[in-house]
């Protein structure tokens, strides 16, 4: 384990062109996927109160006009998220890798739309949006796909657009873990370390908030959830040897 937060993407990308990453990748994201189309509708039934995410949430879609493209970055069953920003009036993308969450998400909300996509292959074919949120999605990533994903979410934002964070408080890069009766790798940072992360990224904190949250299920314990309220900021992402 790194102390230093950037550091994590000194190394070799995962996903460089050799095919036996490639493969490795592919096969990280489809237990990841099948962990997630096995926890379903358990999701929203060990985690019902989200009012730190309904806050984030809220403060999102007080600073887009009607009409705004907002992407949900591992949208899960799109709830509430999903459902909240549509029912604020914003047009909302929800990407999520798991077959199982994104039927739960198209069901909850049939005015969003849904695609199975990995976060780590959005390009700017997808346009450009005003507003991202990824809530508890990218702790499912390595430390440097993290990284990766923060840069790439930078490139597909709008100039003063909006990014909102979750993660959960932990010094783990990759760690597998039993969540809700499922194996699942999983990440995190201290606080200021993800904060660091984040800026080194290209992004301004303009909000940084934590809670103590006590899952409804025996083997998940109490965690300290971060949410992080960001901006773009006007420096374009920095590049991978630019953060060391
Ligand atoms: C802990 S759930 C959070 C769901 C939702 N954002 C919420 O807060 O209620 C994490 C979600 O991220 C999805 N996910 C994991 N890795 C992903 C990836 N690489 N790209 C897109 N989605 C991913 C999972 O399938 C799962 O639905």
């Given at each position: 384990?790194?102390?230093?937060?950037?550091?994590?993407?000194?190394?070799?990308?995962?996903?460089?062109?050799?095919?036996?990453?490639?493969?490795?990748?592919?096969?990280?994201?489809?237990?990841?996927?099948?962990?997630?189309?096995?926890?379903?509708?358990?999701?929203?039934?060990?985690?019902?109160?989200?009012?730190?995410?309904?806050?984030?949430?809220?403060?999102?879609?007080?600073?887009?006009?009607?009409?705004?493209?907002?992407?949900?970055?591992?949208?899960?069953?799109?709830?509430?998220?999903?459902?909240?920003?549509?029912?604020?009036?914003?047009?909302?993308?929800?990407?999520?890798?798991?077959?199982?969450?994104?039927?739960?998400?198209?069901?909850?909300?049939?005015?969003?739309?849904?695609?199975?996509?990995?976060?780590?292959?959005?390009?700017?074919?997808?346009?450009?949006?005003?507003?991202?949120?990824?809530?508890?999605?990218?702790?499912?990533?390595?430390?440097?796909?993290?990284?990766?994903?923060?840069?790439?979410?930078?490139?597909?934002?709008?100039?003063?657009?909006?990014?909102?964070?979750?993660?959960?408080?932990?010094?783990?890069?990759?760690?597998?873990?039993?969540?809700?009766?499922?194996?699942?790798?999983?990440?995190?940072?201290?606080?200021?370390?993800?904060r660091a992360v984040v800026e080194a990224t290209g992004f301004e904190v303009v909000e940084q908030r934590h809670r103590t949250y006590a899952p409804e299920h025996e083997d998940t314990p109490a965690e300290t959830q971060q949410f992080l309220y960001c901006r773009r900021g006007t420096q374009a992402?920095?590049?991978?040897?630019?953060?060391?």
């Amino acid at each position: 384990m790194t102390t230093d937060p950037t550091s994590a993407d000194t190394g070799p990308p995962e996903d460089a062109p050799s095919g036996g990453a490639t493969n490795a990748r592919d096969a990280r994201r489809s237990a990841q996927a099948l962990a997630f189309d096995r926890i379903g509708a358990r999701y929203d039934e060990a985690f019902p109160h989200k009012q730190e995410q309904l806050a984030a949430g809220e403060w999102l879609a007080a600073r887009l006009e009607p009409g705004s493209r907002v992407l949900d970055v591992g949208c899960g069953t799109g709830m509430p998220t999903a459902r909240q920003l549509v029912d604020a009036g914003l047009r909302v993308t929800g990407i999520d890798i798991s077959a199982g969450m994104l039927d739960l998400a198209r069901a909850a909300v049939p005015e969003a739309s849904f695609h199975q996509a990995d976060v780590m292959d959005l390009d700017e074919t997808w346009g450009h949006f005003d507003g991202v949120v990824a809530f508890f999605s990218l702790l499912m990533l390595p430390r440097r796909q993290i990284m990766a994903a923060l840069r790439l979410l930078h490139g597909l934002l709008t100039p003063a657009g909006l990014l909102m964070l979750a993660m959960v408080e932990a010094d783990l890069d990759d760690v597998e873990l039993p969540f809700l009766g499922s194996p699942v790798r999983l990440t995190g940072y201290p606080h200021d370390q993800l904060r660091a992360v984040v800026e080194a990224t290209g992004f301004e904190v303009v909000e940084q908030r934590h809670r103590t949250y006590a899952p409804e299920h025996e083997d998940t314990p109490a965690e300290t959830q971060q949410f992080l309220y960001c901006r773009r900021g006007t420096q374009a992402a920095p590049n991978r040897s630019s953060i060391t």
